[in-house]
């Protein structure tokens, strides 16, 4: 049995769901402090010129320390439509984006309150259409280390400074201009490889 502890992200990387594909039982991390500058509310897509970061504006509180459950995205400005005409620009030609892009767009055209509450919106689409089970619990209360011969920690991986994984590289729509750009949104992977995008994930390593 592999069970492991992860954070709920939006749009989650590679990493991210390489984990998730190869894991028994998945605990999601819910009594964590907000951490700016993470895949908390951020994810990475192959853009006509390069990487290009997705962020989700957070409303500022004056506490030092809040939890990611209770964090609320800022919604004063159209932010959605941003990021889906930016999916659109990377993965229009895309051999998969018109395939899912019916079941994808009512995520942008929701408002939601809580970033928790999209994050786990997102995981639901993505584990939809890998045709992925998502079994999983949440955490009640916060745990600095964990046993790991119950449970493998990777709370790491929503830190993309230091998550240091490399994957095998797969087609991409602008590679001819900018090479491989290597664990971006799972997005990527799922515009590109479609139905075999789950296999993928579970060839691969995690760290390598």
Known sequence: MNSILIHPSYFPSISHCVAMAQSDKIMFEMEDNFQKQTNRNRTYIYSPNGIQLLNIPVKHSKETHQKTKEIKIENDFNWQKQHFKSLEAAYRTSPFFEFFEDEIRPIFEKKHHFLM????????????????KLNYETTVEYFHEVDANTLLDYR??????????????????????????????????????????????KSQNIFK
């Open 156 to 201: 790491i991986l929503v830190d993309g400074k230091k998550d240091k994984s490399q994957f095998e590289i797969y087609t991409q729509v602008f590679d001819d201009k900018h090479g491989f750009l290597n664990n971006l949104s799972v997005l990527d992977l799922l515009f590109n490889e479609g139905k075999y995008a789950l296999d993928y994930l």
């Open 117 to 132: 509450d999209l994050n786990f919106e997102t995981l639901e689409f993505i584990t939809k259409c890998l045709r992925m």
